[in-house]
């Protein structure tokens, strides 16, 4: 059984200035970051600008991040569709490419009929089909929907979903999950704005935005954590929230490849109709950052 | 200038019972509505599964309705997508298979980032480019955001944007934006619940689930209206509210196939994670439709 | 059978500078407005800062707005409380006050248990203790719920339950309301920014905040309604939209009630922790009502 | 300074069976609930029905609870009113019937008024003239709006405001709220569903529905947190969840007081129009108690 205790990026995908896709930029960043006792990288999750791309360009993503992941670090896909063929589709190419696991974003345009039977059916027709174990993906936000406990319950009742990524912040919804589901399933904090409440509640590890500017960070809230270090722990997660909204819920996906940029890594465009940050804005991430003590990413 | 005065059905996408796409079934359904004095139709809106279909079947559903579409009659093409760059391609498709005008959703997935700025850049980038003239598309029910009177305003401050339908029935809007926009903008009103009050307040005409089972009474209430006879008009408004809703808000897109099988066109299934309708529901739905007088589809 | 046809507005409470209850002002304000010819007026609305007065000060604003409402007018009477007792001893306050109906705010503090059980229960028990007859008062903006049509109309199946204000703006559902409701259920719409679409629909009038200010204007939409005269109606409800938006969703009270010390009539202060308008914001409200047409109060 | 360290049960208002006020079954709870080593005990916040009682009925309950409140014991009183005028009266009556300090819900029905400047000033008025600490209240499920972290720490920048009692469950915001508040700002708990995880961010206690029917078990997770004892107070919270949500969000006030009945406290009737539960739906609810190994309250 895979173990995804600890922290994972969910990589940005990398463009070029004309918008094109840039499988080298992932492998750089990947590269970067492998220096980091990190748990393994998500590709294409909601920072992967997933709906953004081409159905060859999702494989694409798929190949690059396989071929510089290095063995031993866990490879997690985005797969999530509007249509469970697709998803499907999505998953088995993602498989093919050499994925660990698949994390599956649910269904959300036609958001009055995603109801607990819908969706269930959903995800059980996708991990019947795919090769490699299915997580959960939850992110109220962007979709505009939020599972409930007894929904999420209801999905995981399938041997091959195996875990959940929760980006919604209920941290009683995730208590209760972890509480009520069966042996062995994994629940990941979705944001490193909660990750240290989620540890306490018994969540494994996260994908966090944040790993990929400041995954020494990350990955220390989560050693104190695992070292019974709580008061270290609490210092460090409450000194990471402002760095963290700023590059999630408050500037998003172009503040997280600006960080990057600036970091040392490659960040570059995300692509239209997101706009870049404006530079008054990126002076006052930058000083967020500098702030919170973030440093360079190493060489 | 095209005219969009009327009523346009938006067609829901016809699917195989293998829920392969059928094209034939598509235009089957354009050629009998096409008997009726429908000023045109929409195909791949919401109700067309547009998030349903991969790349290849979009241009081949274009391909289909154009083809069955008489002359003289209206071909709008739903061609939203959540990156600039898809977007264009899809309405340049929609052009190259001779659609009249595309009917662009905006993005919606990164909510947040989706101020005025990005959405008048990604609409003014569409329209620059296409060939056919654009029309603004907003449905809050599905894609989680709704687009105030300023946006829409600011966003139609190009030549090549000539209306908007809009969904979300908040009527005070809508006065809003036919009142301050630029000469010859036309406002659709986007669902039958609300034809009427949208036509007396300065809306051209409907792009209306309900027209595709009742096209009939939709441009009965639209003539009504035209020719002053406002009692009448609003008697059969209110007549057609329950099945309105039991088509849209209510059960959605597999109650609206439902119906289309019951009375004598296409509906066949929707695509998978979207359900079929429970045989007690289907009941509940004909009898709605029978108590508001709604006929079999003239052969 | 009372009947509700025309146009109410809904007067702001009147506060002197030291925020105290000014009786004085509010009959002032009825006496200037009742040159006008409207249906009658409305005390203790949303408007009427009803949450901010003590039990004492609401008994003496609806004596004082009895001792100024010239027969023939009607006067309306804003009873709702969170508990089903206090509503009814408002009710009864307000009947012996000389109120000619009560317009009742369903309780909303506690939303997950105000189900359509819970709201039947409290409407009936207070219509059925009341010698004046009810109307439903839908305000989601304000209640954070939105009631239904079905609530709506299982609430109205009482004798003494005779009509609905509907501020929501959902015409679909007022139509569906005015539809499928019993004979002689009066529904009046609740703000200027949808008065003709909702009488296109059926509804016998409106409550609306902007007859405190342009009661002639609303008046004229109406009366231009009544003649069949729909082009100049829409021109009319379109050109007050802007100022309607700006004395209510936009700037609110504080708004409206500089407004009204603009035009001549009293306005004064609302309760804290409401506060005064910026200068240069009631600077663009001035702006707004002229560019509307706006003239001061008829001496 | 006041220490808020530790766990408080919100006390239900007790009603007989007519639903008058009935001080005397408050004050039983209240001894009842002393034998625990709780903190203290809030009175009228929102599982007291604040909003449900008159002006009376509020001072009688501030001084009955006073009077049962052991020495020691901390007596927290909810005092939020809608005007400022309102809540500083009652906060004085509070102070004057013996109240520790003031728990003050933010006024809500002006949402589109209520921004930060106009809360500062309410706040900030009412702790200027109180005799008592004031903590600010967050309650969204109730009040329909959420208060954001960086309005709750300018309302806090006043030397009389001293805590904050969130309901919300945002645990990143309530991190942002601890890390950047003033030195000996005391951050609460305002559900039982999240005290672990909000304890691991440095909240100093709870104020807890749950605490007047599981004193035992909330001060437990509360101990086994201060011993680094995680584990078990994981294992605990997680049991704790299930009854908590059906106290709270899922049936609320009547559940509450049901449970208390059950386990021999007084629960007695919620004001109408909240509806007593059904028996088939209470039933539930005890077996939901017994699975959390929940018992009765020591006589």
Same mark, same amino acid.
């Given at each position: ?138 992110? !109220? =936000?962007? @979709?505009?929907?939020?599972? /409930?406990?007894?929904?999420? +319950? #209801? ?6 979903? *195996? ?33 240290? !409440? =989620?540890? @306490?509640?018994?969540?494994? /590890?996260?994908?966090?935005? +944040? #790993? ?6 990350? *990955? ?33 996906? !172009? =503040? ?44």
């Amino acid at each position: 059984m895979i173990s995804f205790n600890g922290i994972f990026p969910p990589l940005p995908t990398s463009f070029d200035d004309k918008e094109n896709l840039s499988p080298e930029k992932i492998q750089y960043n990947i590269r970067a970051l492998s220096h980091y006792p990190l748990a393994g990288f998500l590709i294409l999750g909601s920072n992967g600008e997933l709906v953004m791309l081409s159905e060859k360009e999702k494989t694409e993503a798929y190949h690059a991040a396989r071929q510089a992941i290095p063995e031993g670090k866990i490879m997690l896909a985005g797969t999530g569709g509007q249509s469970t063929r697709e998803t499907i589709r999505l998953t088995a190419e993602a498989a093919r490419a050499g994925a660990d696991a698949a994390l599956v974003l649910h269904p959300f345009y036609y958001k009055g009929l995603m109801d607990k039977e819908a969706l269930m059916a959903h995800y059980h027709a996708v991990a019947e089909s795919s090769e490699i174990p299915v997580l959960i993906y939850n992110m !109220p =936000a962007n @979709s505009g929907m939020d599972l /409930g406990a007894d929904m999420i +319950l #209801a999905i995981a009742d399938h041997p091959n979903i *195996i875990g959940l990524k929760d980006s919604g912040g209920n941290l009683a919804k995730m208590g209760q999950v972890i509480g009520q589901s069966k042996p062995g399933f994994q629940v990941l904090a979705g944001s490193a704005g909660f990750l240290l !409440p =989620a540890l @306490s509640l018994g969540a494994v /590890g996260g994908i966090l935005a +944040l #790993a990929n500017i400041a995954p020494d960070e990350c *990955i220390q809230i989560y050693k104190y954590f695992l070292d019974g270090k709580l008061p270290q722990a609490r210092k460090l997660q409450q000194q990471m929230i402002p760095p963290n909204t700023a590059v999630t819920r408050q500037w998003g996906v !172009p =503040a997280l490849k600006a960080a990057m940029d600036h970091l040392g890594l490659y960040g570059g465009p995300a692509r239209q109709p997101i706009q870049p940050m404006k530079p008054e804005t990126k002076n006052k991430l930058f000083e967020i950052l500098q702030h919170a003590g973030i440093q360079p990413i190493k060489p």
